[in-house]
């Protein structure tokens, strides 16, 4: 839907995609901060492991093992209620059907299933709507860093919508990708530290937002490597071009040159 909203022709166009990528930030605020507020607050159990409270049989395997994750606040609901928020900001008319899908087809399954009680849920979808409300209303956000990935869109076309798909896919997978590349890179790291190896048991965030965080951290090393190596290669290339130039116009004067010769 939003890459649908990107490329929908729009008088003001250039306000909408500042919107679109001011979202998409929040959205992504919205998770770190949800995340921070479980690491600070105390652990509340998920009501499908806890024993004093009856469980009916389902029929869908809950494959995921969230024992030793806290459930308050949800971070699920607080990302897609970002998303849905900026959906409904930018398609005013569609907002009731898409925060009723939201809800009943988000929200509602992850209470029936025992991974979160209400109240994750309402802090969450207040976390979610508040960041990119927030950031919507954000200067720095819309007229600073939006235009500069505007710019680039425009300058680099083929490196900005290389990345934009990429990001695109990893957050319609909830970055499922992302975060066993980051477990993988943070095993790694430890092992080769001699400090150990990612847990092996259930899993747990410390093992998830580690990985993410080693990710992130190869990706900026990597890409400041990188920009380090254009820089270079880009700095010999202009006075390649300009000693190329200066040879052109030192062959035409000299030819010329000799040409005012032969005609005396």
Known sequence: MYWHLWFRIDPDRERSRRAIITILIGTILSVIVARTITFIAPFRLRPIYDPTLAHPLYSIPLT???ENWSAFPSDTAA??????????????????PIVLYTAGWV???RMYLGLHYASDIVVGIAIGIAMVWVSLRS?????????RFLAAMETRPQWFYAIAILVSFEMATVFSELRSAGRAVLHVALVGLHLGSVHSGPSRPIDEWGGLLATAGFLVIAAYVVSILYRKLHGVR???RRLEADRNELSDFSRLWHDGCSER
């Open 139 to 147: 200067d720095l956000l819309q007229l600073i860093v939006a235009r």
């Open 107 to 109: 929200c509602l399954p």
């Open 79 to 96: 990302y897609f209620f970002a998303l849905a928020f900026g959906l409904a900001y930018l398609l005013r008319r569609l907002a009731i």
């Open 238 to 240: 202009i006075p390649l």
């Open 64 to 66: 995921a093992n969230f």
